[in-house]
């Protein structure tokens, strides 16, 4: 008998340079299986919805600047969603997935983060309609993103309680900051039920450069360095601890100046004397410590580059913000910058910086390479060009309107690109098989 020959089709062979898992089934389950999956997902979706809604504002607003109808002052609304949404939730992502690492502890599963992470996102989920229908509903989604902030942030600090590493710097460092972001969540509660908006513009500028500014400059001082000597073995990982310092105490100084002129403006002489002494020669230190981390030679590695041009932005922040002082000092309050400074930390520092630490995490730990390809690097520049948009427009106080709505658009665009992609790989499994 001639021997039985199986007719049935064969498993489809993956297309050429596609690992198999690429184009998997998308599962809600795969969020809960590991902690960046949990929070770069709920980040992405809400980065994403809060840039397409201030998008529609600003087109709104160019129509007719009556449209919308606010229950909260835009620009507070605008700068609590930025400060305290999506930017702690992509902490949530980072800091339980390589804070266990660094504090020689077991893995943390993602199932027991949900419900904080869900208090989280769901709180500002429903600020962002709150905002133009009642002032006291808006105040309620800032306390339950708070709680459950506090609650991860708890969490968190269990975990330095339980490491039993010698050095635990850079996380308690973090952990600081991020109870300095509670706070600052607090009384943004308190001040949208109390109509108090100066109270909570303070809070804003507080948040950002008093929690979220300093997070950033501390994951900075630990992993720019050592990113860039793994990639460039020629250069070194420098990173001395009086620089972490002089970051910090730079920031904190500035976070209490930021937050005093939204309510004081405008601040004595003094203040301003003492705020340029501190942020002309820390602009100065920012900019070198680019060049001396490898600034240029990291233009040959486009993710490293990445990392590289968005610390760039801190330096040109504090220059901005050292200018800012010298004209008030010199010429009067008038002389301002106004928002160039903040808006150079916010979209250019940490929008930027944001952006390429999570691709390099999204990308590692997926399976894939850790490098950027086209479409990464251009959702970067999309983010760029909303930075040098907004700091001009921020800068040249007579902008036409366009100038605005062409740096939302571009913001949008990249925030909106990178949740499409990245939130696809969040829930689908590793391309190279193994868990997590």
């Known amino acids: 008998m001639p021997p039985k020959i199986d007719i049935r089709p064969l498993p489809p062979t993956p297309a050429p340079g596609k690992p198999p898992g690429v184009h998997g089934p998308w599962r809600f389950s795969r969020l809960s299986s590991a902690p960046h999956r949990l929070g770069f997902f709920a980040a992405g979706a809400l980065m994403a919805a809060s840039a397409l809604w201030w998008l529609a504002v ?31 939730l992509f902490m949530v992502g980072f800091l339980f997935t390589a804070g266990p690492r660094w504090l020689g502890l077991p893995d943390v599963p993602a199932m027991s983060l949900r419900r904080p992470v869900l208090a989280l996102a769901g709180g500002w989920a429903l600020f962002l309609p709150a905002v133009h229908l009642a002032a006291p509903l808006a105040a309620a989604a800032v306390l339950l993103a708070a709680l459950g902030w506090g609650a991860l942030l708890w969490r968190f600090r269990r975990l330095l309680r339980a490491s039993p590493m010698p050095d635990t710097v850079h996380a308690r460092a973090v952990a600081w900051a991020g109870l300095v972001g509670l706070l ?9 039920l109390l109509q108090q908006h100066d109270l909570a513009r303070a809070a804003v500028r507080c948040g950002l450069w008093g929690f979220l500014a300093p ?31 002089v970051m910090l105490v730079t920031l904190a100084v500035e976070a209490l100046g930021t937050a005093a002129e939204a309510l004081w403006w405008p601040l004595p002489a003094a203040a301003n004397a003492l705020r340029l002494l501190v942020t002309a020669p820390a602009a100065l230190l920012m900019l070198w410590l680019a060049l001396r981390w490898g600034l240029v030679q990291s233009l040959r590695v486009r993710l490293l580059a990445m990392l590289h041009a968005g610390f760039v932005w801190l330096g040109l922040a504090l220059a901005l913000s050292a200018l800012s002082h010298a004209r008030v000092l010199w010429l009067g309050p008038e002389a301002s910058l106004g928002l160039a400074p903040l808006h150079a930390l916010s979209v250019g520092y940490l929008g930027t910086t944001l952006l390429a630490m999570v691709t390099r995490v999204a990308a590692g730990h997926s399976g894939r390479p850790l490098a950027a390809d086209g479409l990464a690097f251009g959702l970067y520049l999309l983010l760029q060009v909303a930075a040098l948009g907004r700091v001009a427009a921020a800068l040249w106080p007579a902008a036409p309107a366009a100038l605005l709505v062409t740096a939302a658009l571009a913001w949008a665009a990249g925030c909106t690109g990178w949740a499409w992609r990245y939130g696809g790989w969040m829930g689908r499994p590793r391309v190279d098989g193994r868990p997590g």
């Open 184 to 192: 600052a969540m607090v009384t943004s509660a308190l001040a949208l």
């Open 215 to 245: 997070v950033f400059a501390v994951v900075a001082h630990r992993m720019i360095p050592f990113f860039t000597a793994s990639a460039l073995p020629s250069l070194d990982a420098w990173r001395p601890w009086w620089l972490m310092a």
């Open 58 to 88: 600003q087109l709104l607003q160019t129509a007719d600047p009556a449209l919308p109808s606010w229950a909260v002052p835009p620009a507070v609304a605008h700068g609590l969603v930025f400060a305290f949404g999506f930017m702690p």
